[in-house]
């Protein structure tokens, strides 16, 4: 493993025990399960040292961070260059601010918003995979999970075509962004300043689809909903996180199938099954790891001390395969009655407000891949190295 030293500070209240572990090494970030295990069993609350953050990984411990957002603010990131060029937007906001940008960023995704998107994306997920079954072999992520965010998604965004196809550099690059400032923050930091050159120029009344999502944020600024400076950070609220994840989360399905054709015969046989299956393969492949939050008060969190103006990183897909929440938490199995209640959407009032949009995506493919494939085979892989994202850079897959 990769190294552990286990040491109480001194001073008063018990502070958390620390370690040298490194969940943003590449062994850690491709197979990150045994650094978790190790952290939660040296407590619920450990000080990295490499970082200067406390890492959250069970779940109790991920939950209570999440839902008391005055003693755990998401306003400043994990890092300082980052925070400067989001502040303000949805995630980076607490309080009324974030509440009413919230509202207005929410407006297109609720369950009730989304029924007008519910047929065309389910006709286009038929169309891709029987598009893609005809082939018999496909990349699971380049072809067949980026269909529909990148066409549905991303037109009903309705940002400019021109600089639209480099949507998914930005968004890989914005959650590198949200890391620890290591190399891979570091050399994504121009990419996403370029996203922000292209929310304030292009992101504009003029430039965008009449009806859309983007325009509707100009409304809501012109309404005085929200004020007209949080407009282009608020772009970035559907630029940066409406692609990857469901990309990430739909291709890690297919691989999780593909390894457990036992849980894919249940599918097929009952498709019934689907909305379990996609919390439960969320639940084992959280497409976002872990974000940060801020200590705005000394916090007693399970008998340590979290000092006030430290960082915690909250650790959503350690959370996931917490033992003492999810017995078994490595066994890949859909009928799990509690996979309901993972953390890859976090919680509390950050919680992901494009859950729904993302489970119609996910759904809606995999209602129609178990009319049409008996098996999956995986060919080729290879994993995206990223401070935030797990999933698959690419998936060669045949299919029976
Ligand atoms: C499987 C797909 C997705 C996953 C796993 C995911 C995961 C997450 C997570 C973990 C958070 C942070 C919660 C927190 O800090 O407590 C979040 C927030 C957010 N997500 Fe998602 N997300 C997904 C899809 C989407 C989509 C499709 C959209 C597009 C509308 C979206 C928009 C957002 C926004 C705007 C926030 C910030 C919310 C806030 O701060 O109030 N996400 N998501």
């Not at 607490?94 to 297109?108: F, I």
């Not at 430039?207 to 309404?223: C, D, N, R, V, Y």
């Not at 919390?279 to 969190?301: H, K, N, T």
Request: glycine letters at 8%.
């Amino acid at each position: 493993m990769l190294g552990t030293s286990t040491t109480l500070l001194t001073n008063a209240t018990p502070r958390a025990p620390t370690s040298i572990l490194d969940p943003y090494a590449d062994e850690a970030l491709l197979n990150p399960w045994p650094l978790y295990r190790e952290l939660r069993e040296i407590g619920p609350v450990v000080w990295l040292e490499k970082y200067g953050m406390f890492a959250l990984t069970g779940y109790d411990a991920v939950v209570k961070a999440l839902r008391d957002w005055e003693a755990f603010p998401s306003s400043f990131g994990m890092n300082d260059d980052m925070n400067q060029l989001l502040r303000g937007n949805t995630l980076c906001s607490d309080g009324d601010a974030h509440s009413r940008l919230r509202r207005v960023v929410m407006r297109p995704v609720t369950p009730a918003a989304l029924k007008s998107l519910k047929e065309e994306v389910e006709r286009e997920a038929e169309a891709v995979v029987n598009r893609l079954c005809a082939k018999g072999r496909f990349c699971a992520t380049g072809e067949l999970a980026t269909h529909l965010p990148v066409t549905i998604v991303s037109s009903a965004i309705g940002l400019p075509e021109e600089g639209r196809e480099r949507m998914m550099e930005w968004s890989i690059g914005m959650f590198n962004c949200f890391g620890p400032m290591n190399e891979r923050a570091r050399s994504a930091m121009p990419v996403l300043s370029e996203m922000m050159h292209y929310a304030e120029t292009q992101a504009v009344p003029g430039k965008l689809k009449p009806g859309s999502w983007a325009e509707a944020i100009h409304h809501a600024a012109a309404a005085g909903e929200v004020p007209s400076e949080a407009v282009p950070v608020m772009m970035i609220d559907y630029m940066g996180p409406s692609l990857d994840t469901t990309i990430f989360g739909i291709s890690s399905g297919v691989w999780l199938f593909a390894k457990h054709p036992d849980q894919w015969d249940l599918v097929r046989n009952d498709p019934s099954l689907i909305p379990a299956a996609i919390d439960e393969i969320l639940r084992m492949e959280a497409p976002v790891q872990g974000f940060s939050r801020y200590v705005a008060r000394d916090y007693d969190l399970d008998g340590f001390l979290l000092p006030e103006g430290s960082r915690a990183i909250v650790f959503y897909g350690a959370a996931n395969r917490d033992p003492r929440q999810f017995p078994d938490p490595d066994r890949f199995d859909i009928r799990r009655s509690n996979a309901g209640r993972h953390m890859a959407f976090g919680a509390g009032p950050h919680g992901c407000l494009g859950v729904n949009l993302a489970k119609l995506e996910m759904r809606s493919l995999f209602m129609a891949l178990a009319q049409k494939v008996k098996r999956f085979h995986v060919e080729a892989e290879e994993r995206v190295l990223n401070n935030i994202l797990r999933g698959f850079s690419k998936l060669i897959v045949t299919v029976e």
